[in-house]
């Protein structure tokens, strides 16, 4: 059983993505309203060896030896990444042994500042930070952030990692009406962007089910603020549904107990679809029904309808 890798599974945004968890669900330094992973649980800005660096290490070495088609090999997961203090030295490995496959972090961005871990992502290929709010108020409404954590500091902390960092940084401007698309905010948020200066941006809303269940998903005439405020700076781009592929060409389960292993590894780090199951797990939809049915009785399951689907959740 993997406990820190997770998928192959397609990604809105990244195509072909093996997870990579770095620490216990739900260890994180905010708790996002709309976070697909649920409420944190541990919220601390301490970065430590929350996993034995050499067993992540060991689980990559043994399912990379396969040589799997992957668009990324993605840190994120159950928590924030960066927490993990070994990031640098699993980064050094993957580059290092299998430098074919491309990194991508995605990251809340709260410790983007920290000088030694800023030095250690520098070979990742592709940073992801979230910039939900740039101002106090609606920082802390959204983010909910470590009480160590304010807002300024966190806009800083973006722009000293992006003078270092040369790779591509994509900026996730995460939207929710009534909450961060004032014209107050989002000219805010639009100086902010001008001073970190992204490769892009990206404009997400909830497509997954979230923390609070007053958060709704943005219409587009809601993101459309934002498209005008933004892209006379930088490109922007609004995140669309994912292209879900043939089933990924890696051995599935063999039972129907191994079946029920699988999908509660994917769907305990994010909730997906069947189509998004059916992908990870390499099965056919009919054959995973009756499994996700018995799921569903038992109580190990619950689904919850959105726009995009029927999404299935721990």
């Known amino acids: 059983m993997r406990k820190h890798l997770f998928g192959p599974v397609s990604s809105r945004r990244l195509g072909i993505s093996l997870g990579v968890d770095l620490v216990p669900a739900k260890t994180c330094s905010m708790d996002c309203v709309y976070c697909e992973a649920g409420h944190t649980t541990c919220l601390t800005m301490e970065r430590r060896e929350y996993y034995p660096t050499d067993k992540i290490i060991g689980e990559l070495e043994e ?3 396969r040589k799997p088609k992957l668009d990324y090999i993605t ?3 159950a928590g924030e990444p960066t927490l993990h203090s070994g990031i640098g030295v699993i980064v ?5 042994k299998y430098p074919q496959y491309r ?3 995605i990251t809340n961005g709260a410790l983007l500042g920290d000088a030694k871990l800023a030095k250690e992502l520098l070979p990742v290929d592709l940073v992801i930070p979230s910039l939900d709010a740039a101002d106090e108020e609606t920082f802390q409404k959204i983010n909910r952030p470590d009480p160590g954590l304010n807002c300024h500091d966190f806009i ?3 722009i000293s990692f992006r003078k270092i960092y040369k790779g ?3 900026l996730e401007i995460f939207v929710i009406p009534g909450i961060n698309d004032s014209p107050a905010s989002v000219e805010a948020i639009r100086e902010a962007v001008v001073r970190i200066m992204p490769s892009k941006v990206q ?3 909830l497509d997954r089910p979230g923390v609070e269940k007053w958060v709704r998903k943005a219409t587009e005439t809601e993101m459309l603020p934002f498209v005008k405020a933004l892209e006379p700076h930088v490109k922007v781009e609004v995140i669309g549904k994912s292209a879900i592929p043939g089933a990924v060409r890696d051995a599935g389960p063999a039972s ?11 769907v305990s780090r994010r909730p997906c679809t069947l189509a998004e199951i059916s992908s990870a797990v390499s099965a056919s939809q009919e054959k995973l029904r009756p499994v996700l049915d018995g799921m569903l009785r038992d109580g190990r399951l619950k689904i919850e309808k959105m726009d995009r689907g029927s999404f299935y959740h721990v």
């Open 63 to 65: 399912f990379l030896s």
């Open 75 to 77: 840190f994120s997961g």
């Open 92 to 96: 050094e490995f993957i580059k290092g």
């Open 103 to 105: 990194l991508c972090l």
């Open 156 to 158: 800083d902390s973006l």
């Open 168 to 170: 591509e940084l994509w």
């Open 203 to 205: 404009l997400n809303s």
């Open 256 to 266: 129907e107990a191994g079946f029920a292993k699988a999908i509660l590894e994917l």
